[in-house]
């Protein structure tokens, strides 16, 4: 079960191409600047099954990526990361946002780093509003970085997408 604001079946600003966006609801950064914080107070939106969610995802048959808003989605970490794994089951490309950074997650509790193992892209890290940015692709401030988690995992260090669709090149 997650606790959500919202689902979005069609975005386009929450990485490459037409994917679909699921807003957690909650989030413990209250970042000055935030854009959803109608997101921050936890325990106020949806609570949605996961299965039921990945059934709402699966009925758009031009989108084949699957963003994790927020909110902040390593506050149920457990119920993402159920859901990462039914879609990468699916043939999608999960990416997350989130206002820890990849190495907090790194050494975060068993089902963070779980649900960090899962996905494919992370954004990391708060949004900063003296760092704000509209220059950055699916980025809102330059300290967010967008890395390539898998592969960050085999290198033991955060590897950075600085090519590709990520940054903006189609
Ligand atoms: S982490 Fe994201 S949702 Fe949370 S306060 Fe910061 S910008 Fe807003």
Redesign the pocket.
């Known amino acids: 079960m997650l606790d959500l604001a919202g689902i979005v079946e069609d975005s386009i600003v929450d990485g490459p191409g037409i994917r679909a966006t699921v807003f957690c609801q909650g989030?413990p950064?209250?970042?000055e600047g935030?854009?959803?914080?109608e997101?921050?107070e936890f325990g106020r939106g949806t609570k949605m099954e996961v299965e039921k969610i990945a059934q709402i995802l699966r009925s758009n048959p031009l989108c084949r990526g699957v963003t994790f808003s927020?909110?902040?989605p390593f506050t149920q970490p457990e119920g993402f990361a159920k859901l990462a794994r039914i879609l990468k089951d699916s043939g999608y490309e999960v990416a997350s946002?989130s206002?820890y950074t990849y190495e907090q997650l790194l050494h975060g509790t068993k089902a963070q780093r779980e649900l960090l193992e899962t996905i494919d892209i992370l954004i990391d890290g708060?949004?900063i509003l003296s760092q704000k940015t509209l220059e950055t692709p699916f980025r809102?401030s330059r300290n967010q970085r967008i890395i390539d988690v898998k592969k960050s995992l085999i290198l033991g260090s955060p590897v950075e997408v600085t090519k590709g669709r990520w940054i903006g090149e189609y």
Do not use: K, L, Q, V
């Open positions: 989030c950064h209250h970042c935030c854009h959803n914080p997101t921050w927020g909110g902040e946002y206002g708060p949004f809102g």
